[in-house]
């Protein structure tokens, strides 16, 4: 079973950074964070490939966020830097289902619990 648990959320002024953590138990074919603003649709903001690293990004956050994972896999991370107030949301880690690694919640079987993130101007 495969559980993932974030933390690392808070706010933050305009032009600041946070980092998200997710700790991870369980195989893991990809890894990816989501994100949920109020009255908006859950939208993939960047995944990895665990085995190879192979990372890719949502254009709204590219140059700005990086997703990484430690040496020993257990936990991924989130650098989110030039906060902007629409990168207010609820952040969620997820779990990819095996064979496929793409920024679709559809492809996803196992989430965390979000983190929330709010940043104002």
């Known amino acids: 079973q495969v559980q993932l648990v974030e933390s690392g959320g808070g706010s933050v002024q305009a032009g600041g950074s946070l980092r998200l953590s997710c700790e991870v138990s369980g195989y893991t074919y990809c890894v990816g964070w989501f994100r949920q603003a109020p009255g908006k649709e859950r939208e993939g903001v960047a995944r990895?490939?665990?085995?190879?690293?192979?990372?890719d990004y949502a254009a709204s956050v590219k140059g700005r966020f990086t997703i990484s994972q430690d040496y020993g896999k257990k936990t991924l991370y989130l650098q989110m830097n030039d906060l902007k107030p629409e990168d207010t949301a609820i952040y969620y880690c997820?779990?990819?289902?095996?064979?496929?690694?793409?920024?679709?919640?559809?492809?996803?079987?196992?989430w965390g619990q979000g983190t929330q993130v709010t940043v104002s101007s």
């Open positions: 990895i490939l665990r085995n190879s690293g192979n990372t």
């Open positions: 997820a779990a990819g289902r095996p064979g496929y690694c793409v920024l679709s919640a559809t492809f996803y079987d196992y």
